[in-house]
């Protein structure tokens, strides 16, 4: 059975503190993504990365940085985090390819409040 | 302009009942279609995908119109089950960017009630 895991599903820091977010899958996948969810809003994209050691910027990368040093990990790293960074952080992965399919696969997410 | 749009609905709809829903994509060079679906407090998962014949599988038909760029999901049958967020959701390749990835409208919420 497929599996993404995210480090916590609930985490509380306080304005200015690192944050870290640790996602894990055991699928072999290429492709792994960062979202963050909120009411109104939907999944956005914050930073993906399709090898070990690349990555792109998605749509909100702003106060954000990942790292990529495994295939099968992918850190979200809040540098300083800020009240507007709470939110539902949810990691995916995918394989690569140009398959119809490209399934994404989900962790179950982290709600993260910055106080 | 959101990149897929989506009617947030909710909708209630009692069991046995039909419902549609309807989504619009504003990249004409998009590759793929499919629709999640996202249970109260969990994480989306894919539904289905969406071919350009249109598909069915099982209660559910997708349906896809490249030329309006739009996309639908029928619900046929409702079961209490079917409460959800649907996310309507495009692949394509981002300007600057050789591999494609999925863009996901807000989601539509739904529910069945007995």
């Known amino acids: 059975d497929v599996k993404v895991t995210q480090s916590s599903r609930y985490l509380v820091k306080r304005t200015g503190e690192k944050v870290f977010l640790e996602c894990v899958q055991d699928?072999?996948?290429?492709?792994m993504f960062w979202y963050r969810q909120d009411p109104g809003l939907g999944l956005r994209l914050i930073y993906f990365s399709y090898d070990v050691k690349m990555k792109e910027k998605g749509d909100i990368p702003e106060g954000y940085s990942v790292s990529r040093e495994k295939k099968e990990r992918f850190s979200l790293i809040l540098e300083s985090a800020s009240t507007n960074q709470t939110s539902m952080y949810l990691c995916?992965?995918?394989?690569?390819?140009?398959?119809?399919?490209?399934?994404?696969?989900f962790g179950p997410g982290t709600r993260l409040t910055v106080l | 302009r959101k990149e897929v749009e989506q009617d947030p609905g909710p909708f209630n709809v009692p069991e046995g009942a039909t419902v549609a829903f309807n989504c619009t994509y504003s990249n004409s060079a998009s590759q793929s279609f499919f629709w999640y679906r996202q249970d109260c407090r969990k994480e989306p998962k894919l539904l289905m995908s969406v071919y350009s014949s249109g598909n069915e599988d099982g209660r559910f038909t997708a349906q896809l119109n490249r030329a309006s760029q739009y996309i639908s999901l029928l619900i046929r049958d409702s079961k209490l089950s079917d409460s959800a967020t649907y996310l309507c959701?495009?692949?394509?390749?981002?300007?600057?960017?050789?591999?494609?990835?999925?863009?996901f409208g807000r989601g539509t919420q739904l529910t069945v009630w007995p």
């Open positions: 699928m072999d996948h290429e492709n």
């Open positions: 959701v495009v692949k394509w390749v981002p300007r600057g960017s050789t591999l494609g990835r999925l863009y």
């Open positions: 995916a992965s995918a394989t690569l390819g140009t398959g119809v399919r490209n399934e994404q696969f």
